[in-house]
Every structure is written in structure tokens, then in C-alpha cells.
């Protein structure tokens, strides 16, 4: 059975600090996400991965993916209020019945 | 990029009615799509996958009799919270794939 697995759950900081978001899947898949969730809303699709070494970037985010490892990590660089949301990492079910399945989520919250 | 929308985004009902989803995609066409519920601080739980022509499938411990899903075309799929309870107070939030997955704003549901 395919799992997520993210660390930390919740994480507190302080704006302008660095902080990386672990994701650990436990067997091989075609592709990774990263999603973001601000309260009362759906899922905000961040970053898509697909291949071993990939890293992309949006602002003050980057993602990058180590096949190899299983895993995935989502930088923040000099972090910013805005930044609060729970973010969610997920990895293409490997019975190529387009389901995802999803980690639990870690909590953001930046301290101004 | 594709769009799913879902309606309503928020409903209020009361015990012992029923209460109707709709999620559609709106410049594609979806032979699947799947219905996802969220507690607060909790990560996305996958109910049923909506397969266009053939009965839904259900994940373990979902009750297939109380959420009635029925994928109507290419572009709908309904779910019906029947008998519907407090405890079924939930955001529930579709999705389609197409090449990467999209997600609908979501449904917030409070049952009185």
C-alpha cells in the first residue's frame, strides 16, 4: 500500500527565516504535487514533479524530488506572512487508476 | 488551464434531509472524478470515484447508500448526502483528472 508521509505536521516560524518540507512516499511513483490549502478552500496546485532530480521553483517556494530516495522537499526561502497555508504533498497512486493519494498536511503558520 | 467548478460552494440542511452536490468540468471532458471529504485540520479522504456509465466505487467504509453518486455526462457528477446527520458536516471537494489532477473550490456542508 502506497503511503505519504510529511514532516513536520505543523511548523512556527518567523518571517525572513529558511525552513524545508520533508515528503516520504513508500514505493515508486509516476508523479508528485504539492498543493497548497488556505482555511475554508480547495486545494491550489503548486508544483507538479516528474522525474528524479527535478526542482521547480515560484517565488519564495521550490520543490524538488529525488526518485531515488523517495522523497520530496518544498523550500521556503525568507518566508513571508503570506506564506500561511497548510501544504500537502501527494503521489500518483500506483494502480494507474488516476487516483493521488495524499499526506496529512503541514500546517504553515509565519509569524510577522 | 482545465476548471472544475462545484455547487453549492456552502449549504445548510437539516437532519433527516438530503442534500445534492454538483461537480462539473468545465472545458473537459471527465470519464472520472472523484469526491473527497475534509474535517477541520485534516488532510483530504478520498469517498468514491464517479465513473461516467457505470456505478461509482467506493472506498472502505464510505456507505455507498447514504452518499449517492451519479455521474450523469461527460462533464457532472452529483453527490447526494442522504438522511444527512450532523456528524456528515464536512467540506466535501471533487476533482478530475487530466493529465495532473483538478480540484473543484469545494462544498462546506453543516447539518443542523
Known amino acids: 500500500e502506497l503511503k505519504v508521509e510529511q514532516n513536520p505536521l505543523f511548523l512556527s516560524m518567523q518571517e525572513g527565516k529558511n525552513y524545508t518540507i520533508y515528503c516520504n512516499y513508500s514505493?515508486?511513483?509516476?508523479?508528485l504535487y504539492w498543493y497548497r490549502q488556505d482555511p475554508g478552500k480547495s486545494l491550489e496546485s503548486l508544483f507538479v514533479?516528474?522525474?528524479?532530480?527535478a526542482v521547480k521553483q515560484e517565488g519564495r517556494l521550490m520543490a524538488s524530488l529525488d526518485t531515488k530516495a523517495r522523497l520530496s522537499t518544498l523550500h521556503i526561502t525568507a518566508a513571508v506572512h503570506d506564506l500561511s497555508a497548510t501544504y500537502f504533498c501527494?503521489?500518483?497512486?500506483?494502480?494507474?487508476?488516476?487516483?493521488?493519494?495524499f499526506g496529512k498536511g503541514t500546517r504553515l503558520h509565519i509569524l510577522p | 488551464g482545465a476548471v472544475v467548478s462545484q455547487h453549492p460552494s456552502w449549504v445548510i440542511c437539516k437532519s433527516g434531509t438530503s442534500v445534492k452536490i454538483e461537480c462539473r468540468s468545465l472545458?473537459?471532458?471527465?470519464?472520472?472524478m472523484f469526491w473527497y471529504r475534509q474535517f477541520p485540520k485534516q488532510s483530504l479522504m478520498l469517498m468514491a470515484t464517479?465513473?461516467?456509465?457505470?456505478?461509482?466505487?467506493?472506498e472502505q467504509g464510505v456507505e455507498k447508500d447514504k452518499f449517492l453518486i451519479n455521474h450523469a455526462s461527460l462533464t457532472l457528477s452529483t453527490l447526494t448526502v442522504t438522511s444527512a446527520h450532523p456528524e456528515d458536516s464536512s467540506f466535501y471537494i471533487c476533482?478530475?483528472?487530466?493529465?495532473?489532477?483538478?480540484f473543484g473550490p469545494g462544498t462546506r456542508l453543516t447539518v443542523t
Open positions: 476533482s478530475a483528472p487530466r493529465r495532473a489532477q483538478y
Open positions: 514505493t515508486t511513483s509516476d508523479r
Open positions: 514533479l516528474l522525474s528524479n532530480g
Open positions: 501527494a503521489v500518483d497512486s500506483t494502480n494507474r487508476d488516476d487516483k493521488i493519494i
Open positions: 472545458d473537459f471532458q471527465a470519464t472520472t
Open positions: 464517479s465513473n461516467e456509465g457505470s456505478k461509482a466505487t467506493y
